[in-house]
T-cell receptor, first 111, second 113 residues
């Protein structure tokens, strides 16, 4: 099956700087790549996704990049704020299969 | 109001006791999931339900079973709980399986003594 790896287990940035979280996947047939955020002590919620028909997607301060050749995708958070501090999970799936999650990256935004 | 609910939110049981975790959703989603989350291990998929009475094992089904008799309800059952089943359990739902956003419940923190 698919295996999704998140390269950074923790990431610390200064408020206002950009944060980048990188993920790789193994299944060349994967075509859907969502990101989820989990704040301390809370549940997960969806933040942004990208499908394989595009290589870039932006929603406000969040940018997702997809490199299908390298089987790599990344989440860029610009102008970070304290409320961005959380665990971020990347995931991948085929269009007709379950989602496989990475192990999460703890992002800390320092004031 | 799109919502996934879980009951109970906190539960303490003794080893060998039976455990019932319940999940509900109000979005008429076909697909529902049970995950467990342990520190450093991310999310592990226990079971997927594609619809009523249509369930499939995930990555770690041993020691668990599920029941889905109504589309809006999905239960996770631990027969004779073990201490290594102490974890946080999340239920989620999605419109369909695969490439669709999952909506997560608030989680149930289960402690097995």
């Amino acid at each position: 099956g698919e295996k999704v790896e998140q390269h950074e287990s923790t990431l610390s940035v200064r408020e206002g700087d950009s944060a980048v979280i990188n993920c790789t996947y193994t299944d060349t047939a994967s075509s859907y790549f969502p990101w989820y955020k989990q704040e301390a002590g809370k549940s997960l919620h969806f933040v942004i996704d990208i499908r394989s028909n595009v290589d870039r997607k932006q929603s406000q301060r969040l940018i997702v990049l997809l490199d299908k050749k390298a089987k790599r995708f990344s989440l860029h958070i610009t102008a970070t704020q304290p409320e961005d501090s959380a665990i971020y999970f990347c995931a991948a799936s085929r269009s007709n299969n379950r989602i496989f999650f990475g192990d999460g990256t703890q992002l800390v935004v320092k004031p | 109001d799109m919502k996934v609910t879980q009951m109970p939110r906190y539960l303490i049981k003794r080893m060998g006791e039976n455990v019932l975790l319940e999940c509900g959703q109000d979005m008429s989603h076909e697909t529902m999931y049970w995950y467990r989350q342990d520190p450093g291990l991310g999310l592990q998929l226990i079971y997927i339900s594609y619809d009523v009475d249509s369930n499939s094992e995930g990555d770690i089904p041993k020691g668990y079973r599920v029941s889905r008799k109504k589309r809006e309800h999905f239960s996770l059952i631990l027969d004779s709980a073990k201490t290594n089943q102490t974890s946080v359990y999340f239920c989620a739902s999605s419109k369909d399986w695969g490439a669709y956003e999952q909506y997560f419940g608030p989680g149930t923190r289960l402690t097995v003594l």
